[in-house]
């Protein structure tokens, strides 16, 4: 199962972010859920940090193979500090059509768009499906496809639908392109489960977003995704929640997730991520099936909105 992490907050070492913490992304690739079923195909990061030579862009980091066996991760990391960050751990089955490649691996990034993005999520058939949604999709994101993944794919359809980058306009955006979609999942009888959990980012914002369709490309999905994990576990994946933990003081706790509790006008960082990463799980916002969150760093504060999507 892939996973993801984004952060936003004071600047601070990209190492206590991906490699120091028990928990970090790199560790939780050494056992992932579903192995052996699944391989690791790749992981990779996105950085803006004041400090580099042209602040306005990410770094952007990517290698086609297992993150604990990334030789380069520990002499590159220590080095490097981030002030919005977003980190990605790829899984894929065990089959032939799974292309290994730095093209392949999360985040994404284009010109003439703020925004990268990563997910922890599949769209089945999306190969066919580009036979309806290719005409939604604009020339200058489909010229910079380079690799083979769906990730990709729904991220030039995103950028092609969004109609500007205010909190308002990505929600339609994503509106739109589940609305997409499911339509051409109907019209070529293709219709599947289809889990997305997206995190889009930019140089000081955050979204986070989780929704998708049942079995039947039906959008409205209900259920307890805790009862559903031995019935119906891809259910279960798509009805689970992305995690937000808000507060202060993040680059006080060396070596972990903790965080200082505060007032909601007082959050100075945020880490959203696929699961809880601190042992008290209860610390961590849900964001539920169904529901989008927006950050934004202002002035060292960050603001949050979460709202459902009209789907």
Request: charged fraction near 25%.
């Amino acid at each position: 199962m892939c996973r993801f992490l984004a952060y936003i907050g004071p600047e601070l070492p990209i190492e206590s972010l991906l490699l120091a913490p028990e928990n970090s992304l790199l560790n939780q690739s050494l056992d992932p859920e579903l192995h052996p079923s699944l391989q690791l195909a790749g992981w990779g990061f996105s950085a803006w940090s004041d400090h580099l030579l042209h602040p306005e862009a990410p770094l952007c980091y990517h290698r086609p193979k297992a993150a604990f066996h990334d030789d380069n991760a520990k002499s590159v990391i220590p080095s490097l500090q981030a002030h919005t960050l977003l980190s990605h751990i790829r899984a894929a089955s065990y089959d032939a059509s799974v292309v290994q490649a730095d093209e392949n691996c999360h985040p994404f990034s284009f010109d003439h768009t703020p925004w990268i993005i990563a997910q922890n999520g599949a769209l089945p058939h999306w190969r066919q499906l580009q036979r309806e949604i290719l005409p939604h999709c604009k020339d200058r994101y489909l010229a910079q496809m380079r690799g083979t993944t769906d990730t990709e794919f729904l991220y030039v359809l995103l950028l092609s639908l969004l109609e500007g980058d205010s909190d308002e306009d990505v929600q339609r955006g994503f509106e739109k392109l589940l609305q997409v979609i499911c339509k051409a999942a109907r019209d070529l009888d293709l219709a599947a489960l289809t889990k997305l959990k997206i995190a889009l980012v930019s140089r000081e914002r955050i979204i986070g977003v989780n929704f998708g369709c049942g079995h039947e490309g039906e959008t409205d999905v209900t259920g307890d995704w805790q009862k559903l994990r031995d019935e119906d576990l891809p259910l279960s994946m798509l009805l689970e929640p992305i995690y937000l933990l808000t507060g202060a003081n993040f680059q006080d706790y060396a070596n972990t997730y903790d965080i200082d509790a505060c007032p909601e006008g007082e959050t100075t960082s945020a880490i959203l991520a696929s699961e809880p990463l601190t042992e008290n799980a209860e610390e961590w916002l849900k964001i539920e099936f169904g529901e989008i969150v927006f950050l934004e760093r202002k002035d060292g504060l960050i603001r949050k909105t979460v709202r459902k999507l009209d789907v």
